[in-house]
C-alpha cells in the first residue's frame, strides 16, 4: 500500500490563540499612514514578548489584520485589530503588554475574543469640528441645507466606466449638526465595510463646494463601528 504523503508544513501546525485589540489612534499618530501603522504594531509586538502565530507556507508573516483601515488624519478610540497567538494569555496581560511599548498616540483600550466577522461591518459614525469663516451657526444651517438637497453628486474613478457621477445623499445620515463656541460640530453616520465604503473627506469635498463660506480646518474623530444588526462592533 503506497505512503500517503502529507503536506510538507504539516508537522509545522501550531494551535493559535485568537484576539481582537481595540486601540486608539491620536494626535501626532493620527498622520501615521496604515502601512506605517503596520509596521509600527510589528515592532511593539517584538519589543513587548508577545508570541504572534505566523502564517505558513513560502511567504510566511505575522497574522494581522485590521477590519477597517481609518483613513490619514482621523482620530478614532474604536480601531479593531485581530492578531493570532501562539501561547494563551490573559486579556489584560496582552493589554498591558503592549501599552507598555507603545509610541505616543497608539494606546490599547481594551481585548478580548473576536465575536462578529469583519465582514458585519455595516457603517461607523464620526465627530466633524469645522471652523469657518462664517459664525457656527451659519455654518450649521448651510450643512442642513446640503443634506437635505434632493442629490448630491461627486465624481468617482472606475477602470471600466472611466468618471461618473455617484449620488452619495441616500448614504449619508445627519446625527446631529450644533454650534459649540467658535466650532460647528456634525456627527456623521457613513457606510463602511466590505460592501461599501463612504469617506468623510468625499463628503466634506461636496459640501465645501456647495458651501458659500471657506473652511479654514476640521478635525475629525471615528466614535463607533456599527455592524450589520446594529450593535457596535468593538
Not at 85 to 94: G, K, M, N, P, Y
Not at 99 to 104: A, I
Amino acid at each position: 500500500m503506497a505512503e500517503m504523503l502529507l503536506p510538507k508544513n504539516q508537522a509545522l501546525r501550531i494551535t493559535r490563540y485568537e484576539y481582537r485589540l481595540v486601540f486608539e489612534k491620536k494626535g501626532r499618530a493620527r498622520y501615521i499612514s496604515h502601512l506605517d501603522l503596520m509596521r509600527a504594531f510589528q515592532r511593539v509586538f517584538k519589543r513587548a514578548g508577545i508570541p504572534l502565530w505566523y502564517t505558513q507556507g513560502f511567504n510566511p508573516h505575522a497574522y494581522l489584520m485590521f477590519p477597517l483601515a481609518l483613513s490619514l488624519g482621523i482620530d478614532s478610540s474604536v480601531e479593531p485589530l485581530d492578531i493570532a497567538l501562539t501561547e494563551e494569555l490573559s486579556f489584560d496581560e496582552v493589554r498591558d503588554r503592549i501599552n507598555w511599548q507603545m509610541p505616543e498616540g497608539l494606546r490599547i483600550v481594551s481585548v478580548g475574543k473576536p465575536v462578529m466577522k469583519h465582514t458585519e461591518i455595516s457603517s461607523a459614525e464620526y465627530e466633524l469640528r469645522l471652523r469657518t469663516d462664517l459664525t457656527p451657526d451659519e455654518t450649521a444651517d448651510a450643512f442642513r441645507s446640503f443634506v437635505s438637497q434632493d442629490k448630491i453628486e461627486v465624481e468617482k474613478r472606475t477602470k471600466k466606466k472611466g468618471i461618473n457621477l455617484v449620488d452619495i445623499k441616500p448614504h449619508i445620515e445627519l446625527l446631529s449638526c450644533e454650534a459649540a463656541d467658535a466650532e460647528t460640530v456634525l456627527m456623521l453616520r457613513l457606510p463602511a465595510g466590505s460592501e461599501f465604503n463612504l469617506n468623510t473627506n468625499v463628503v466634506l469635498d461636496a459640501f465645501e463646494a456647495y458651501f458659500k463660506g471657506r473652511i479654514n480646518s476640521v478635525y475629525t474623530t471615528r466614535t463607533k463601528i456599527i455592524a450589520k444588526n446594529g450593535e457596535s462592533f468593538t
